[in-house]
């Protein structure tokens, strides 16, 4: 199944979220019951992941479904090298970055970030970007999500793995490692070096 039809069963399972939450009429909470499940039964059949897996990702249990918010921190050095680091979860290269966490604002998540992941303390400075993942050529993920990358300076020069990553290191735009694509892809490294170069000004959103 192509991503369209994959989005659409992921929309159409969030309105039907909604529907639960707000409706209060019998006959229509039994309607929105059924449209979830089916929802689920062909998100798993698609995807080939239980349900009881996909629940927790996709599902709100507090209202309104709205995106999960993914954090990156841009960090050069003096040579004009990018701080990248390899994850854990698939041995590919990342900015450093996560989910935001509760009480945290994106540039403190982005500075946290940087010192769990690649040990190295940095002040997240200036918005780059903002990034509907869906419209990035991004690989499809239950979760719908904007992504934020933060221009950070770097404050120390020691780096160092952390518990979700096995290596860190600084790489040249045109010798960029195999890049974890559900985190970032070559173009948005490619514009965060746009910036870096003055070619760039104004913050990216689409």
């Not at 002040?123 to 990035?136: H, V």
Request: proline fraction near 6%; charge should be negative.
């Amino acid at each position: 199944m192509s991503k369209y039809y994959f989005e659409k069963i992921k929309r159409l399972h969030a309105l039907a979220e909604i529907g639960l939450e707000y409706n209060t009429i019998p006959y229509d909470i039994e309607r929105y019951q059924e449209i979830r499940d089916i929802c689920l039964e062909m998100l798993e059949k698609i995807t080939r992941t239980p349900v009881a897996d996909i629940i927790p990702v996709i599902e709100e249990r507090n209202g309104y479904r709205t995106p999960k918010v993914d954090v990156r921190a841009v960090v050069f050095n003096e040579n004009d090298e990018i701080l990248l680091v390899q994850e854990k979860a698939d041995m590919l290269w990342a900015l450093p970055g996560g989910w935001t966490d509760i009480a945290y604002s994106p540039g403190e998540v982005a500075e946290k970030e940087c010192l769990e992941e690649a040990g190295i303390k940095v002040k997240a400075t200036r918005l780059l970007s903002i990034m509907d993942k869906q419209k990035q050529g991004m690989p499809p993920a239950f979760e719908y999500v904007y992504k934020i990358f933060l221009l950070c300076d770097k404050e120390t020069d020691n780096i160092s793995a952390g518990s979700e990553t096995c290596d860190v290191g600084w790489f040249n735009e045109n010798e960029l490692p195999p890049l974890s694509l559900p985190r970032n892809n070559e173009a948005q490294i490619k514009m965060m070096y746009e910036y870096k170069r003055g070619e760039r000004i104004d913050p990216y959103f689409d």
